[in-house]
């Protein structure tokens, strides 16, 4: 799938779901199991050498995210929101089944249908998890600044390219230049 289209459809799945306010990764979790109509349990694991750093493991009773404990929050978030990608796209596959008994030791190989390792992103499947993940947390982002709040990156960089608090920009006289703050002689 070309970028542009997968753009467009990640942006469909994303204004189609509900996101809580403010965002907590759980809480979108527990929607999505509501949505589903069945449980997804989040499960963190120790992470250890090239073992994935999140996993999808569906079973016939239960979907589980596993997802590194030992890594920054963010990160956290992301690989949480990466394996529920998988479930939002509708995505089936396989993982090296060491991977599946190490961090889910406590289900039976028989018990799992399917497994989405996060390794690697050169499949398609990867990539669409990694972007409509991005897309959920830029659009819960948007969501919990509220309408007309600056981003983080407009609050840090607007007084050096002349905004004012609130991302407003000063007035522009004639052919774009700027108003000045104050009038000529005053100081």
């Known amino acids: 799938m070309n970028r542009a289209r997968l753009w467009w459809r990640s942006r469909r799945l994303v204004d189609d779901i509900d996101l809580p306010s403010p965002f907590d990764p759980a809480a979108f979790v527990a929607l999505l199991a509501e949505r ?3 449980p997804i349990e ?25 997802y590194a404990a030992d890594t920054t929050d963010l990160h956290r978030q992301h690989i949480v929101l990466h394996e529920a990608a998988h479930l939002l796209w509708g995505h089936e596959g396989t993982a090296d089944p060491a991977a599946v008994g190490l961090l889910t030791p406590h289900l039976t190989a028989s018990l799992v249908r399917r497994v989405l390792g996060r390794t690697v992103y050169t499949q ?17 982002l948007r969501n919990d600044r509220g309408p007309g709040a600056p981003s983080p990156g407009q609050a840090r960089l607007g007084p050096l390219v002349g905004a004012r608090p609130g991302g407003t920009h000063p007035p522009r006289g004639p052919a774009g230049a700027q108003a000045p703050d104050r009038a000529p002689g005053r100081g």
């Not at 499947?125 to 972007?131: G, I, S």
Request: proline letters at 7%; glycine letters at 6%; one cysteine or more.
């Open 36 to 38: 589903r109509g069945r």
């Open 42 to 66: 989040l499960l963190p694991v120790t992470v250890r050498g090239s073992l994935p750093c999140g996993l999808l493991a569906t079973t016939d009773r239960a979907d589980y995210i596993c």
């Open 124 to 140: 398609p499947q990867e990539r669409e998890a990694e972007y409509l993940a991005s897309l959920v947390r830029q659009r819960a």
